[in-house]
T-cell receptor, first 113, second 110 residues
C-alpha cells in the first residue's frame, strides 16, 4: 500500500537535536492523525487535523510540534526529546474525522539516545 | 474519558485452533472498527460495525457487535500462520475520535 507514506522510516537522534517527521497521503482525505506506538501504550493518539486545522491535542508535551500545511501533508517537529519518546510514530488519514476508517502509513521508528 | 479494554493481551494457539479476542467499552459506541497489524507492519483496517447485534463475516473471521453497543468480538476459525499479528479494536462514541484498545497479539504455532 502506498496511500500514506512516511519519511524517514528510521531515525536516531540525540536529546539536543531537532528533527522532523513527514507524512504524505495520496488518498484525497481531509483528516490526518499522529499516533505514538510503544510497548507500554499501543496506538496512543497525539494529534488530529481536520481540513488543516488541529482539532485534537491529547496532552502531548510541547517538545512535539505538529504542522499541517495542506490536507495532503503532515509534519511532526521534534526537539529536546527524551529517551522515553523512543517509539514507532504512525501517521494516518481518513475522509472525515468521525467514524471513518483510517489508513495508516508504515511509521517512523524513532530512537532517542 | 472513554476507555476501550481488550482481552486477552496475548494468545498462543496451535495452527487449526480457533481464536477469539474481546473488546469492551466504558461507554455506548456509535461504531466499532477492527484493525490488524502484522509484525513489523502498520495497522490495516479490517471492518466496521455500526448496528446493535450486527454480525459480519470475512472468510474465517467473524465480527460481532453487542446488543448494547458496548462490546465486540473477533473470532477466527481454524487459525493459519498468516493470521499472526496484533488485532486492535477501536471504538467511537458520539463525535469523539476513535479510541483504540491495547490489542491482542496472536501467535500461531505450526
Amino acid at each position: 500500500e502506498t496511500g500514506v507514506t512516511q519519511t524517514p522510516r528510521h531515525l536516531v537522534m540525540g536529546m539536543t537535536n531537532k528533527k522532523s517527521l513527514k507524512c504524505e497521503q495520496h488518498l484525497g482525505h481531509n483528516a490526518m492523525y499522529w499516533y505514538k506506538q510503544s510497548a507500554k501504550k499501543p496506538l496512543e493518539l497525539m494529534f488530529v487535523y481536520s481540513l488543516e486545522e488541529r482539532v485534537e491535542n491529547n496532552s502531548v508535551p510541547s517538545r512535539f510540534s505538529p504542522e499541517c500545511p495542506n490536507s495532503s501533508h503532515l509534519f511532526l517537529h521534534l526537539h529536546t526529546l527524551q529517551p522515553e519518546d523512543s517509539a514507532l510514530y504512525l501517521c494516518a488519514s481518513s475522509q472525515g474525522v468521525r467514524g471513518i476508517k483510517q489508513y495508516f502509513g508504515p511509521g517512523t521508528r524513532l530512537t532517542v539516545t | 474519558g472513554q476507555q476501550v479494554m481488550q482481552i486477552p493481551q496475548y494468545q498462543h494457539v496451535q495452527e487449526g485452533e480457533d481464536f477469539t479476542t474481546y473488546c469492551n467499552s466504558s461507554t455506548t459506541l456509535s461504531n466499532i472498527q477492527w484493525y490488524k497489524q502484522r509484525p513489523g507492519g502498520h495497522p490495516v483496517f479490517l471492518i466496521q460495525l455500526v448496528k446493535s447485534g450486527e454480525v459480519k463475516k470475512q472468510k474465517r473471521l467473524t465480527f460481532q457487535f453487542g446488543e448494547a453497543k458496548k462490546n465486540s468480538s473477533l473470532h477466527i476459525t481454524a487459525t493459519q500462520t498468516t493470521d499472526v499479528g496484533t488485532y486492535f479494536c477501536a471504538g467511537q462514541a458520539g463525535n469523539t475520535p476513535l479510541v483504540f484498545g491495547k490489542g491482542t497479539r496472536l501467535s500461531v504455532i505450526a
